[in-house]
């Protein structure tokens, strides 16, 4: 996301990730609800939300299906 910030280019990007936690810069982790704060707050252009991939459940595709039609109904 920061080269497309870098470059101007205007993108919605929504993250989908498997990952349960992030590295911190510094340490620590980040937890999901800490980095989606994050990327809005550094990204504002173009981060539009994050999704949580889970195998096991089916949850996140209705989150997924959310984000894309409010990007839908934006442009």
């Not at 994050?50 to 039609?69: C, E, G, M, P, R």
Request: hydrophobic share 40%.
């Amino acid at each position: 996301m920061r080269y497309v910030d870098l470059f101007e280019i205007k993108l919605p990007i929504i993250v989908v990730t498997a990952y349960e936690a992030f590295s911190r810069d510094g340490g620590g982790a980040l937890n999901h609800d800490d980095l989606d704060q994050q990327l809005r707050v550094e990204h504002p252009e173009n981060y539009r939300g994050l999704v949580y991939y889970n195998s096991l459940f089916s949850d996140w595709k209705t989150q997924l299906a959310k984000l894309i039609v409010e990007q839908l109904r934006c442009d």
